[in-house]
């Protein structure tokens, strides 16, 4: 920033400059004295940097308290009066436009700053937001999230291909909640009624297992396959079972009342002696190595599948030709060979649908 010119330096460092005393022990700077230029005003905190232009330009405060609590100049100075000569006169006006001109560089480097502070200010405390306060989404690279990662916007495939965080020696509490609503039989043939139970307190959606059961076993491909039979939702009355959603600690008891274990390879079932069909919630939320991440969304429908079918009669089967796709009877979740055949991952009793 540059500094005072220099002859105003020079009016303060010349030795041939006057006395501020002249030699009748006269103060020509004294307040009140004929022709003095009034003493400058000291400037208030901040002044320049709030838009206060009256004040800025010059730096000055208009309160006398500054100088004395009676306005006079503070002790050690005379009130004299003064009568000097031109001369005088003369250095009086060029000191004071010194003054001055120091006082408006000081003032005009403080607005010149003020600013700049603030900028810094803004950076250190977050983001700038041009958008009226909305941070963007956007990740470095510009993606936008995927719909899973919102689930409320997410679709219901979407819903059915992600996997959900569960423990795998979780017991609940034993106590169930009806899914409530009805979803009618869609197709012809027997009809089935069936309700959808999900355990209290389980950390899964209730009513997106309800509508994948509802959609997996009126799928051409199932149970009900050429108008055989047809499946409703109910949530009240006798049904003819109850699918329930259970955690893996709950589904061994209930799996355990007919005399089956599901502990060792934490697998759902059919729990014949009672109304429940068992599918284990750690299963459902995290699918099985057999089919993969990338399959999920069929993996849950195999399981809806091959318990009603034990639900419905039919036992376990094996793979018997290399390549083709598994039965839906066979334990999938635990492997997808028997005998050294190798069969694919399937969901589907026929899996051709209406061709088969």
Known sequence: MPGPRKEYLEAFEAPEAPDAVDADGEDVFAAGAPGAVPPPRRTRP???????????????????AADGADGTEPPGKSARGVAKGGKSRTFTGVAAAAVTTVLAVVVAGQVANGPQSDNKA???????RGDGGAVSSRTDGGATPSAS????????????????????????????????????????????????????GLPLDGALFAEAVHKTLNDDRSWGHGGTRTFERVSSGRPDFVITLASPGTTAVWCGKSGLDTTEDNVSCDSASTERVMINAYRW?????TFGDDRMHEYRQMLINHEVGHRLGHNHETCTEQGALAPVMMQQTKFLATDGVTCRPNAWPFPKGRQG
């Open 149 to 200: 990662a919102s689930p409320e916007l997410a679709t219901y495939g979407q819903k059915m291909a992600a996997p959900y965080p569960l423990d795998p020696k979780l017991k609940g509490s034993g106590a169930f909640t009806t899914v409530p609503g009805k979803d009618k039989a869609p197709g012809k043939g027997q009809v089935l009624r069936y309700r959808v139970d999900v355990e209290k």
């Open 46 to 64: 901040g002044a320049g940097a709030d838009g206060d232009h009256e004040n800025a330009a010059d730096g000055l405060d208009d309160d006398p």
């Open 122 to 128: 803004q950076s250190k405390g977050g983001p700038e």
């Open 285 to 289: 939320a995290q699918g099985a190595r």
